[in-house]
């Protein structure tokens, strides 16, 4: 079975950063893609940022361009979400989320596997 544990969230000031960490029990190389979505209270669950394995290629949902980067080590079968310049309105559980073969990772349909989430608050 397949697991992908989050670690790295927290609380912090507007205009800080956090670093999340996904640990995946696959080798992420045999992955066709992987992601994080993000979830607020009371809002549906959207992706955030993802990565194609085979290319490398990544994408960032418009609010986090510029602020967010999707990285992977594929030694260390991690998937890592390195997030600058945080907002109140980042503030949200963060799902790391995985496909096995052939497809997209762009929408929560379009995920096969999911961490458990790890709650990030952006605050005063």
């Known amino acids: 079975q397949v697991q992908l544990v989050e670690s790295g969230g927290g609380s912090v000031q507007p205009g800080g950063s956090l670093r999340l960490s996904c640990s995946a029990s696959?080798?992420?190389?045999?992955?066709?893609?992987m992601g994080w979505f993000r979830q607020a209270p009371g809002k549906e669950r959207e992706g955030v940022a993802r990565?194609?394995?085979?290319?490398?290629?990544?994408f960032y949902a418009d609010s986090v361009k510029g602020r967010f980067t999707i990285s992977q080590d594929k030694t260390k079968n991690t998937l890592t979400l390195q997030m600058n310049s945080l907002q109140p309105e980042d503030t949200a559980t963060y799902y790391c989320a995985a496909r096995s073969s052939g497809g997209l990772c762009e929408r929560p349909g379009h995920i096969e596997y999911w961490g458990q989430g790890i709650l990030v608050t952006v605050s005063s």
């Open positions: 696959i080798y992420i190389s045999s992955t066709a893609c």
């Open positions: 990565i194609y394995s085979r290319t490398g290629a990544t």
